[in-house]
């Protein structure tokens, strides 16, 4: 059984940072990435930002420049760092792992379904 724990959401300024982080307990196929996903109230849940077993990263256009993930093998963590936070980042913040395309289209998704409870980031302006 997979778990996947987030921490680090908080209320921040405007123009600050916050670093994000997911734990991983159990065993999981290192095929699966893992990502950071967010849904703000009101509006569906969209990918932030996602990285490979062997390090390879993805940015949604609003995380480039700004939010850096990375990851920890040795500790199952991946972490994302944002910085120049802007109000419309508040959304709850998810931690997720992630079927790259030649798992889902062999249908077996459910190799990677994991999902935590999220965490809360608040950016006041």
């Known amino acids: 059984q997979v778990q996947l724990r987030e921490s680090g959401g908080d209320s921040v300024q405007a123009g600050g940072s916050l670093r994000l982080s997911c734990v991983r307990r159990g065993t999981m196929s290192t095929i699966c990435e893992m990502g950071w996903y967010r849904q703000a109230e009101g509006k569906e849940r969209e990918l932030v930002s996602s990285i490979t077993h062997d390090g390879t990263t993805t940015y949604a256009d609003f995380a480039k420049g700004r939010f850096t993930i990375f990851q920890d093998l040795d500790k199952n963590s991946i972490y994302l760092e944002m910085t120049r936070l802007e109000s419309d980042d508040t959304a709850v913040y998810f931690c997720?792992?992630?079927?790259?395309?030649?798992?889902?289209?062999?249908?077996?998704?459910?190799?990677?379904?994991?999902w935590g409870q999220g965490t809360q980031v608040t950016v006041s302006s």
């Open positions: 997720a792992s992630i079927a790259p395309w030649a798992v889902r289209v062999s249908g077996r998704e459910n190799l990677c379904a994991y």
